[in-house]
């Protein structure tokens, strides 16, 4: 199946310009803020097309009217490099597009009946989210909303259909980029880390007495992918200041355990990474992913505070038995789940779209 990814150029994630596929590792250094469908893209060798905000289609991208928002996606298209107008597009030369968000008009979709158009939601739009799954019908003429907070039915029964369809990782293709050296420590999630030095501090300094083991984070805590809250930071920052995705799971990929800790619920993407990269993730189970990737072992109750998923790590690290057994569960959950159910899905939903199933 011939692949390309397509959004807009007010998104964070993807490469942060038009890109034919270049290989793993140079796909890969120019991937921002996670490694969301890296290894999709790696599996179908998929290019990836950002489209100027004047062809976005009516609906399709972020549903706002505020000035602070719209001043600051002039300032994030800005940002990109090589934005190629869709009516430059060789959308022939694809099976199956996958949009962040559905900025693809419905007049190009019905001029080419044969490609399986998917979308995601990136934008935040939570009202045409909601219609969509509602009405159980994609926004815009496409045929599947893949819906990650795994709300909608998981199994594919018509096109156009939402359909449950989980972030999308393989073990085998991010641990043969990154090559982790899960060394005995501990990786806090950006979104946990306090915000100054001081406390950042006083975090490394109790964990680390409670489980006896190194604590890691990133340099500094991540953007926040809304907008416009880091647009301003990440504009005056320039593009060098922003972790890149590849040293960002180089960090991971140096620890053994990941440890996530929230109150309000969650997807759970930066977990997914952490088990794809050989780490033992203890989390809060109020998130979609991480009652269905983590060991009854290393979940935790929202509510807990962080120090008891540290003593948690503690006694998973006096017991190679345990530590064995939850690799494994983790390992089993990612290949089947994560990977291998969703690709049946493309697949099943591209034979579905040309009527051969």
Known sequence: MRICFV??????PLSWGSLRYPGPKKLLDSLRF????????????????VIPKADVAAGGGIASRKKAVLESLVKLE?????????????????????????????DIIRRHPCILWCYKEMSVNHK?????????????????????RLRASDTLEQ??????????ESSAILRGVVAPQNEPAVFIEPRNIPQHEDGRKRMRAEFGRI???????????????????FTSALVSDSRKRILRTSDYLDLV?????????RKRPIMGQALIEAAALGLIVVAPWRSAYSPLLCHQLCLTAPSDPPEDGVRRIRRIEKDPGWQAEILAHQDRVLQELFWKRPLEILDRALKMKRGQG
């Not at 959004?7 to 964070?12: E, L, M, N, S, V």
């Open 78 to 106: 800005r940002l990109h490099q090589n934005i190629v107008p869709v009516s430059e597009i060789p959308w022939g030369d694809y099976d199956c597009v996958i949009s962040y968000d559905p900025v693809v008009s419905e």
């Open 253 to 261: 990929g140096s620890c053994k355990y990941h440890l996530s800790w």
């Open 128 to 148: 045409r989210a909601e219609r969509a799954l509602i009405k159980n019908h994609p926004h815009g003429g496409y045929d599947l909303f893949l819906e990650e």
């Open 34 to 49: 996670g490694s969301l469908d890296f290894s999709l893209m790696v599996e179908h060798q998929a290019d990836t097309w």
């Open 211 to 229: 489980c006896g083991l190194p604590i890691r984070h990133a340099p500094f805590p991540e953007f926040d992918t809304l907008l416009p809250k």
């Open 159 to 168: 096109i156009p259909q939402v359909i449950a369809f989980p972030y999308v």
């Open 7 to 12: 959004k807009g150029a007010y998104t964070t």
